[in-house]
């Protein structure tokens, strides 16, 4: 018997389609990280550590610089768009 093929749509984390904002103020932000990510907004890692490492041709080597960190609030008004929830300030993320 064949092993079972699973599509390439249902590997990784399933999307949440729950419409409760209290539902999602109540989640941590590594779980609304992933919401975000599997809803289709791709987040550069450096928005969660502060660090964003980049090349410096001036002095020809990699340096550090600091960004400011995405936070829950922000994460949950990207989440409040792709879901279609009414939110006064999903007006102004896209």
Do not use: C
């Not at 064949?2 to 779980?31: C, F, H, L, M």
């Not at 610089?65 to 896209?94: C, D, F, R, T, W």
Request: no cysteine; proline share 4%.
């Amino acid at each position: 018997m064949p092993a079972r093929v699973v599509p390439i749509t249902q590997v990784g984390v399933e999307k949440d389609y729950n419409k409760s904002k209290s539902y999602w103020a109540g989640k941590n932000i590594g779980y609304l990280k992933e919401q975000v990510q599997a809803h289709g907004v791709r987040l550069d890692p450096s928005l969660f550590t502060g660090r964003k490492e980049e090349f410096d041709v001036v002095s020809n080597k990699k340096v550090i610089k600091k960004v400011g960190k995405i936070s829950k609030a922000e994460l949950l008004v990207m989440l409040y768009a792709k879901l279609g929830i009414k939110h006064p300030k999903s007006e102004q993320v896209s």
